[in-house]
Every structure is written in structure tokens, then in C-alpha cells.
């Protein structure tokens, strides 16, 4: 079984020191307590960033994601982006990190008085932890993950809408527990309509005929990753078109990868039982060459405006 988020096993994590409201301890005594509307509702959200050479790929729009689901939920979390980039700086440096670093942001509505769900019972807060972890995705996922498309589908934007990243995922973790069932690495989730979506933790491509295929996104989560590889196609000359799509059409892809910040861009092996491929096919391999280069500039940049 290979799970999405596979990263090579490395000791360094064993004795990890994260960040819990404005404190660096070590990864034992990371502790919030069973008050905490995050643990207690899932009343909560979280940004996954990696670290390159010293700085967070893409911050900007990591903090425009975060800030607008903490408005839509009145979340506030009492400090501006630069200070959250201070605190995840602080926490990779007291990792010794420059790179190969994979950060969780969690920010949650912070202690409740009572065991009861009413926001106006989290009295204090907000919560916010951030574990950063030594990580390189691992080799097995060179090779492509295998993908079941599962009965439990995306939701309309009026129930939960899947633009917030928030703690609950019960959604994906369902989907997940359905592929899971069926053999599969990951699911392959369908739209209320029954288009494909998305996967249960990755945003979703197909490549047919030369042409880059992802859902309309309206039921998605609005990946960084997605929404770089959807400008990297159009500023390379490759057809992209974010349009609704069946499983009849996945299945005779002729490639197909998921994206996120963790691995990038992840080759898909199969979908239910047919075979996509063996690895990244050559649309995957220029979009990766593509994105690394993109990752490059955007430190650039970061580093420049922050003149280090
Ligand atoms: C359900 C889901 N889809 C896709 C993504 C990928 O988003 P990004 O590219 O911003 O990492 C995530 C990551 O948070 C996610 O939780």
C-alpha cells in the first residue's frame, strides 16, 4: 500500500520540536487539550507549505487560501501573514531545516468551556500548532499509485463547501477508507453529477491526445499546486482545459497524475484495475521539469523581497 503522503523515513523527526501557541516543544509534550474545538468538532483549518532553500514555496498564496476560509468561518487568528511566516521560520530554523521540509499549520477556534459545539463556547484561543517535518516524498511514488473511483462523492459548495482546508475531513477520510476496501492507493471522487473531481486528498489531471484535462473545480479543493500546473500548461503551449469529465475518459487517459504540495506532481499507475501507466508519462515529466523550475523562481523572488 502506498498512501499519497509517503515521505522516506528519517530519525530526525523522532525528536521534532513544534510550535504550540507561541512555544517550541518537543514532539512528546506536543500536546492540546481535549477542549480544543479542533480535537472536539474539527472546528478548525490548516495550510500543508514546503520549505526550499530556506523559504515557504508559494506563501503568498498558501496565505490568501488560509486567511479567506479563517474569514468565511470568523476565525480570528489575531496575527497577519509576515508573523505566521516568523513562526514557521522560527520553528524550521529550531529544526535545523533549509529544505526537504513539509509544514501542517493548524489553526483551530481554540479551548471550549464546555463540550458542546456553539462557537461561543471556545473562549480562548485561537489554537496554532505548526509541526514542520524533515520530508522527501518517498521513491515508491515515482512509480504511480493506484486509484479506486468510490461511491461517496464531493459535496455542493451549501453543505461544506471543499474549498476549506478545514480539520474535518471526514468526507476524504471516508473515500479513503471505501479505495482502501477496494485495493486502491487513493480514491478517485466524482462530483454530484457524477464527473470526476478529485482524489481524496490531491487535486486531479488526465492527459489525452496531447491535451491536459482537470475538473471545472467547483467542487475541489483550490489547489496551489493545481492552479500552478493549470498556468504552467498555459504558458508552456499545452492545451489545458478545466472541464467536467467521466470515468469513461479517465480510464482511456493516456496519462494521468495528481497534484499537492507534498509530491508535486504524482504519476497514477491504474484506475479502477486499468492500466494508465508505468511512471510519469512525457506531459507529466515536462510539467514537473516546468514546476521545480517555477518553485525556483518563486524562492527567488521570495528571497529577493525579503533582501537575504
Ligand atoms: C482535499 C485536498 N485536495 C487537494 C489538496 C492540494 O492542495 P495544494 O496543492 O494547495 O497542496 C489538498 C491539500 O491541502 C487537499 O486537502
Not at 469529465?245 to 496519462?255: G, I, K, T, V
Amino acid at each position: 500500500m502506498t498512501t499519497t503522503h509517503d515521505a522516506e523515513e528519517d530519525a530526525r523527526n523522532r525528536d521534532l520540536l513544534i510550535w504550540v501557541d507561541g512555544e517550541l516543544v518537543h514532539r512528546d509534550e506536543a500536546k492540546v487539550s481535549v477542549y480544543d474545538s479542533g480535537f472536539m468538532l474539527g472546528d478548525g483549518m490548516w495550510e500543508g507549505m514546503r520549505l526550499y532553500d530556506g523559504e515557504w514555496a508559494f506563501f503568498d498564496a498558501h496565505m490568501d487560501r488560509l486567511f479567506s476560509s479563517l474569514k468565511a468561518v470568523r476565525l480570528d487568528l489575531g496575527m497577519g501573514p509576515e508573523e505566521v511566516r516568523a513562526l514557521l521560520d522560527r520553528t524550521a530554523e529550531a529544526n535545523g531545516m533549509v529544505g526537504d521540509a513539509h509544514c501542517r499549520l493548524m489553526v483551530t477556534r481554540g479551548v471550549k468551556v464546555k463540550p458542546f459545539q456553539h462557537p461561543s463556547l471556545s473562549r480562548s484561543g485561537p489554537t496554532v500548532v505548526a509541526i514542520v517535518e524533515h520530508s522527501r516524498p518517498a521513491e515508491a511514488l515515482s512509480k504511480g499509485i493506484r486509484l479506486a473511483s468510490v461511491p461517496q462523492v464531493r459535496g455542493l459548495p451549501h453543505s461544506q463547501d471543499a474549498k476549506f482546508n478545514s480539520h474535518s475531513k471526514l468526507n476524504c477520510v471516508i473515500a479513503c477508507l471505501q479505495a482502501e476496501a477496494a485495493g486502491a492507493d487513493e480514491a478517485l471522487m466524482l462530483d454530484p453529477h457524477g464527473f470526476v473531481n478529485t482524489t481524496n486528498a490531491c487535486n486531479f489531471f488526465i492527459v489525452r491526445r496531447g491535451e491536459v484535462w482537470t475538473s471545472t473545480g467547483d467542487y475541489c479543493m483550490n489547489g496551489v499546486t493545481r492552479t500552478n500546473v493549470i498556468a504552467i500548461c498555459r504558458d508552456a503551449g499545452i492545451p489545458v482545459f478545466e472541464k467536467n469529465y467521466s470515468l469513461y475518459e479517465a480510464y482511456s487517459a493516456d496519462e494521468a497524475f495528481l497534484t499537492g504540495t507534498f509530491g508535486a506532481q504524482t504519476p497514477v499507475s491504474a484506475i479502477d484495475g486499468r492500466v494508465i501507466g508505468d511512471g510519469a508519462g512525457p506531459v507529466t515529466r515536462e510539467i514537473r521539469k516546468r514546476y521545480r523550475a517555477l518553485v525556483a523562481r518563486n524562492v527567488a523572488e521570495q528571497k529577493a523581497a525579503r533582501g537575504r
